[in-house]
């Protein structure tokens, strides 16, 4: 079954209507996207979501985080950005940079929660109530232990992990363990100590 119905002029590919309204896109429709002129989606509850292109300063923090986390993890794990994580059988998501386990096969376009060590979103005015509420709630709930949040303007960084509260429906919860405008010192995933300047455009 394919995700999206066949093109109308001027060739602008849309989602089936009727399937998002029933909200019934599962994971494995996202290999039937198009290669060419298909937006940026993310999969939630069932339904294809938009996502906005990042800007210059977002895609920035993005690139100087993950070349300091891939100089600086140790050797079981890896740095890399923007891979989906299929965090149910009808929600996926694609962080801003992740750690995964370094034994992930390099062929792979897509993660399992299991695979992931930490979730990184870099907040932007259009993704603020999401970066910020949604997406560390589903990433909980999907297992994944650490999440970062970090705002621009200035840079700062917001580390958590998964703490002892349990959620309605018994999933975990995430637990703030540092922030700072100027350095951040974690001894989890591995030790730490980045100074925010390092991540700074």
């Known amino acids: 079954m394919s995700a999206w119905p066949n093109p109308t002029p001027p060739g602008r590919w849309l989602p089936d209507p009727a399937r998002q309204q029933r909200a019934d896109y599962q994971v494995a429709d996202l290999s039937n996207l198009p290669d060419d002129d298909s937006p940026r989606v993310e999969l939630v509850d069932g339904a294809l979501r938009v996502t906005p292109f990042p800007t210059l300063g977002h895609q920035d923090i993005s690139g100087l985080l993950c070349t300091w986390l891939r100089c600086h993890a140790p050797s079981d794990i890896r740095a890399t950005q923007a891979v989906a994580v299929e965090l149910d059988d009808n929600t996926s998501r694609r962080p801003d940079v992740l750690l995964c386990r370094a034994d992930v096969p390099s062929d792979r376009s897509t993660l399992r929660p299991s695979d992931v060590v930490l979730a990184v979103e870099i907040v932007s005015p259009g993704t603020r109530r999401i970066d910020r509420f949604a997406k560390p709630g589903e990433y909980a709930a999907a297992g994944i232990p650490f999440y970062w949040r970090i705002e621009q303007d200035p ?10 509260r349990v959620g309605p429906g018994g999933e975990g919860q995430y637990e703030l363990v540092a922030d700072g405008p100027d350095v951040i010192e974690l001894a989890e995933p591995f030790d730490i100590k980045l100074p925010i300047a390092e991540i700074t455009p």
């Open 155 to 164: 840079v700062h960084v917001y580390a958590y992990r998964i703490g002892d």
